[in-house]
């Protein structure tokens, strides 16, 4: 993975665990060209889907964003029976790279 990445995530975890309260945690996915993030939040209304539809954002460099961005929102009772989207491998391929502390 590129470092760059790993350093934006992880901007990019803080910042939305600032704004949002009830994230629990933040995943990180590998890629080497855009940032893949699943956040998982327990006041999120569940998954009608049955699977993860990532949003997709362009890089925003004034912004200190250099790389394009999909974040994915999950339940924590979701995660064991969705799968992260199919292109970014399974749940033992992400690493926590934010964790609220109790």
């Known amino acids: 993975m590129i470092s760059g990445i790993r350093e934006t995530a992880e901007k990019l975890a803080r910042d939305h665990a600032a704004v949002e309260p009830s994230i629990e945690k ?27 539809l990532p949003m997709r954002f362009d890089a925003d460099p004034e912004g200190g964003v250099y790389f394009p961005s999909s974040i994915a ?8 029976r969705i799968q992260p989207p199919l292109s970014w491998g399974n749940w033992n391929d992400g690493q926590v790279i934010w964790e609220r502390k109790v």
């Open 73 to 80: 929102l999950i339940r924590p009772d979701e995660v064991e």
């Open 26 to 52: 933040v995943l990180l996915f590998d890629s080497e060209n855009e940032i893949r993030l699943i956040e998982v939040d327990p006041l999120l209304d569940p998954s009608a889907e049955g699977h993860l």
